[in-house]
């Protein structure tokens, strides 16, 4: 250290006053030496970055969340709030390159809006009072009032309204990486369901509604080129533009079990859609094709263990396919079971045992008829009929006398979401060929697009003029003086932080997560028992020391504690390619690589190390 | 665009079920080309950029704030919230990039901390009452309190009392770079006061105060070798404390006549300060050595043109050096007109004149004394002499009887700023060496170093074990068992934004901006005329096709627009090199090479271009 801080003190500031002042200088100066570790400044290892254990024991249960935070990508603050720490800030920065790269091939400049808008800037969208109860918004000390954006809509076309004024501007592409703010009403799952958390939104400004149309689809191929560039299975569904506006809408999900949302796929034409989506869609054919179609409900009927309700749970048959003996024994009264756990499974004809007790309450005398004792009717819905306007509880009326019964109605499974009697092993009819039967699966939204149309430009004043507007010759004409039009909008959203508990769920098993190679915290981890270290050192000077023009991530675990657990906790951290100097290396100088994405496990020779490595990498993709 | 339209269908995800799902690919196809202008995806075009023009006259009196709006770096989104756009954005990307090169070289990792912090964390740390005027805070769906951090102490301790147990994770060093907010009472100057704004903060963790003095030490150096980086001259200063607590603090200030600081330093030893901070340096000693020192104030008198209010500019004289005639015929007149502008500089003996007004207003009936013609006495009392409480205005008293006169004292001159009658021309003697003049100028705070202690690890439970701690064979000895000590905290902060907005107004001229090489928007800028635009991308081709390590950031004007046009602009951005193929090129082949900021202009043959531009760009630093 004394040569160090020899060196310090030599350029040391307040010497005297002359040296107060810097001059602009030609070249820095080296800059010194990292202080921990056997790193220089260009060599990276674990010892000079932060990463703090958490919990060591692990829950059987432990979902990726739990992962992230035990290998020390983040840690949480507040409920749905995060700090990312250094591991995480590293995936995070590379899926922000990733995303500069694909959207800079879109023709799209990036810029940085402020986290703060103003509430009038919303009211005069009309979208406040449609999302305030997700909004967290304040007072400044003059009393105006502003809100934490969830997206940027209003301020970047009020940014366009005052900068862009003619066609010749456009079609203009703006983007942006930044923290987004939702007052969700249930945080959870960590960066799957946050209050505060990053989001790439772009927004695209066209001047007629064919160009954007065009702008629509060039940003859908660069979503799937990117979600591609991370090995992601995806699935593109029509979806509903709820509060954001426009007329045109799609989602990305990932297929995963821990998804929130239900999505639908035709097993025979290209439909696809988010389920919510489906009932609107459902809803108007349906009733109108009824006759021809042969569609139709039906009913199953439970009944509780006290025999005072009646449980109803409706759902649709449309196809052959979709009534099988394993929806109507198995699936159905499972679901109910969940919603009605006081249902008697073993009765065989509830409806007839339910007359009974209505029987005995129509002959009690009035000042007898308990309140608590009322018979009741309980109405399952599957979601495929709760949207249709065609379903009516027809049959119910006919059981019984109106006056001696209490209806209700469930739409909804205990977790909200929307209920789903016949489940995954079977489903409708597709909407779209008709024919094909939609397969239901879970899945988690990880990207949206929506063609806005004038929604916002047409209230913000966005407006470019045409060709030959305010040109005189062109007025003089006879033909209809061009005027200004409101640009045509699209907004397209990537979840940033989600898509990192996305991917983190989606690739790890039991030894941890996996990360794809284009956002690893490091492509390659080098591991070594202490003793070795400055033989890893070596082994990381020889992969990265290459002629090749795209230099390797590479980390030295140069932490001085044991081999084995270096290894537990690289499998933990998820790098793709393990490079070991341990029980071989000592016997007889071979070093072991690890890929276990592509199950490889090799030892080598130091001198084909690096072809080895380079190779793996290209497989990773 | 038929071809890329094909390539698009051709990967259509919805052309059948099948391709609904990707498989990881092992390689991406090349991007699309960029939509506009002659940019492949490796060649950087305006085009291809969104810069949107703004006003298009300037006014004479134009800040450097002014500038970066007209040329397009960013806009004001509300009152001190600002977007940054495209060019604005690279500025602070590069800017963020090289912070993380210095911070790198410190051994501190990179982290991402929450913007929303809780109020009750703020209580904790017992910060919240002392900044809450400053602080925009919330609440969420549930009623918990929340606030927009504008540093984050809190957040930060509480983290690493989380995570952190043994001295052997110590030293610690963290930063991120992230958004901070502050309900300034007057945002100005654009980024330079700004209410949602852009900081570097960096936290540091060591085990004994020894370690954490050795830490501000390196810091320091850091901190001057990044502001070298930028060519930016800068004084350290010592400074107060303020709300952050700890005993130990620095100023990093960049001398300029828009700053808002004074700052002090002595032309004969190393002292420099905040004059915040000097104020209450010699207040202490000042009272203590006024007898051997000779310290003693002096007053000037001067008179209203009603002869109703008589003004005492009180001033200190402590060196022989500072009692000048300039001072006291020229610089206190000046000073006091603007604070008194009804003085009537022409009167030679004011107190004569004044005690004149008394008598008669003495003589006068109570009935006839009228409120608005009561006399005064307005006491304008030097910044020096305020905050020193060996001086109080002893001579005031001796002059009227007590009962018919109104006093008041003012201490700020009209924007605000501490009171300073002597000027620039003279000064205090220096506290620290006693004998130097200390010279007084105006600066703008561009970074601040706090070394802690323990301010907030104490409130906030981080505490670390030391060596033996817990450990039995250890306890059972004689000596007192080790404990937990709380940890030695530093924080120390660079304004992002802040710093853009002063380099910005720091090396603009009449042309426009002129960017440190590091940080440009692009290090060299190619324009041609339109027609020119094919030998404008060979030019580019020329610089970038370079066999030399370090890649240049060159952009070609490939936009529609007169190069005369092309020039203006480029001059008001400020890149670094201009390469312009003008009438030289035109009449014999000679490419003509700017660089503003070094003086140079000259025209070369196309061989010896790329030899000149390497050769500027290593001059510029």
């Given amino acids: 250290m004394s040569s160090y801080f020899a060196t310090r003190r030599s350029i040391s500031l307040t010497a005297n006053p002359s040296s107060l002042f810097y001059a602009p200088a030609t070249k820095l100066p080296d800059t010194p030496l990292q202080r921990r570790g ?21 829950s059987p249960n432990e979902d990726a969340h739990g992962k992230l ?38 023709g799209a400049s990036r810029i940085s809006l402020s986290s703060i808008t103003s509430k009038q800037l919303w009211q005069q969208s009309g979208r406040f009072p449609h999302v305030s109860s997700e909004i967290f918004d304040f007072r400044d000390r003059k009393g105006s009032e502003y809100l ?36 969700e009403i249930r945080p959870r799952r960590g960066l799957l369901r946050a209050r505060e958390f990053i989001m790439k939104d772009l927004y ?22 990117f979600f591609r560039s991370l090995g992601l299975p995806f699935v593109r569904v029509e979806a509903n533009s709820g509060e954001m506006g426009g007329n045109l809408s799609h989602e990305y999900h990932l297929p995963i079990s821990i998804g929130d949302d239900l999505v639908v796929t035709c097993c025979q034409c290209d439909y696809a859609a988010n389920a919510e989506m489906l009932r609107n869609q459902v809803a108007v054919p349906l009733d109108q094709k009824s006759a021809q179609r042969d569609v139709d409900w039906q009913v199953w009927r439970g009944i509780s263990k006290d025999r005072l309700t009646l449980i109803n749970a409706w759902f649709p048959i449309r196809s052959s396919l979709a009534i099988n003996s394993s929806g109507l024994s198995g699936a159905i009264p499972r679901v109910v079971q969940e919603v009605v756990p006081d249902l008697d499974s073993s009765v065989d004809h509830p409806l007839a045992l339910w007359l009974k007790t209505i029987q005995r309450w129509s002959q009690r005398p009035i000042q007898h008829r308990d309140i608590a ?17 065609g379903f009516r509880l027809r049959e119910v009326s006919n059981v019984w006398g109106t006056s001696h019964v209490q209806q209700s109605v469930i739409l909804q499974a205990k977790n909200g979401t929307p209920l789903d009697l016949v489940g995954d092993a079977n489903a409708d009819r597709c909407p779209r060929c008709g024919d094909g039967v939609l397969k239901v699966m879970k899945a988690l939204e990880i990207g949206h697009t929506f063609h806005l149309g004038t929604r916002y430009s047409d209230r913000l004043g966005a407006t470019v003029s045409l060709p030959g507007y305010g040109n005189p010759s062109t007025r003089e004409m006879a033909a209809p003086i061009p005027a200004l039009v409101p640009i045509q909008m699209g907004c397209y959203g990537i979840g940033v932080s989600r898509l990192i508990g996305a991917i983190a769920q989606y690739f790890s098993d039991d030894h941890g997560l996996q990360w794809p190679r284009v956002i690893a915290p490091f492509e390659v981890a080098v591991l070594c028992a202490p003793a070795l270290t400055a033989e890893g050192v070596n082994v990381y000077d020889m992969i990265t020391n290459s002629s090749r023009p795209r230099p390797i991530d590479v980390v030295l675990d140069d932490r001085p504690v044991s081999l084995p657990w270096k290894m537990k906790d690289a499998d933990l951290v998820g790098y793709p390619i393990l490079i070991i100097l341990g029980k071989h290396w000592k016997a007889q100088g ?13 030892l080598v020779r130091p001198e084909s190390l690096q072809e080895l490595v380079h190779n793996l990498l290209e497989n990773l993709g």
């Fill in 38 to 58: 056997h790193s220089t400044s260009y060599r990276q290892c674990l010892s000079g970055i932060w990463i703090p254990k958490g919990v060591t024991s692990t």
């Fill in 69 to 106: 935070v035990r290998a020390g990508f983040l840690r949480q603050s507040h409920p749905g709030i995060f700090h990312m720490l250094p591991l995480g800030r590293r995936v995070q920065d590379k899926l922000e390159r990733l995303l500069d790269d694909h959207l800079r091939a879109l």
């Fill in 148 to 183: 934490l954006s969830p997206t940027h809509e209003e301020e970047v076309t009020a940014l366009v309204a005052q900068c862009v004024n003619s066609y010749k501007e456009l079609p203009l592409r703006l983007y942006q990486i930044t923290r987004k703010y939702r007052d």
């Fill in 204 to 225: 695209t400004f066209d001047t007629t509604s064919n160009s954007a149309a065009n702008t629509y689809v060039e940003v859908q191929h660069a979503y799937a080129m």
């Fill in 373 to 389: 004792t009322i018979p009741q009717v309980l109405n399952l819905i599957d979601y495929r009929l709760g949207a249709d306007p």
């Fill in 590 to 602: 071979d070093i072991e690589v690890q890929c276990r994405r592509l199950g490889i496990r090799r």
